[in-house]
């Protein structure tokens, strides 16, 4: 059986979610956060600039964290607002996901 994926955010194709667990409210579906690589559900999913992560915490450099707020959002805020053009060029992609894009800062 082949991958199923939602996409929240249809003006980014790379952006798609995989589902894992289907489900009559669509806010109740179980979803493959992009930037975790948790499932949570879609309906507490967040976006910040068109990229989505969720509330669940996950462990960097054995601390504790946000999936979103501590480690998604300042990131995309960072690369988005760069003078880098590597870092900027990684906004513009759409890869800034640590678990989708193997990022590990």
């Known amino acids: 059986m082949s991958k199923v994926y939602i996409n929240p955010n249809i003006l980014d194709e790379g952006n798609q979610m995989e589902l894992l667990e289907d489900n009559e409210d669509e806010m109740k579906r179980i979803v493959r956060c992009n930037n ?9 999913t967040r976006m ?5 992560g969720c509330d669940n915490k996950i ?5 504790e964290v946000d999936c ?3 480690d998604l959002m300042p990131r995309v805020m960072k ?3 760069s003078s880098n053009p590597d870092e900027y060029n ?4 759409g890869k800034v996901y640590r678990w989708r894009d193997g990022i590990n800062e």
């Open 48 to 52: 910040c600039s068109g990229f989505v």
């Open 36 to 44: 975790c690589g948790q499932p949570t559900e879609y309906g507490m």
């Open 90 to 93: 990684l906004y513009r992609t």
């Open 59 to 63: 462990e960097i450099d054995g601390k």
């Open 79 to 81: 690369y988005h607002d």
């Open 68 to 70: 979103y707020f501590e």
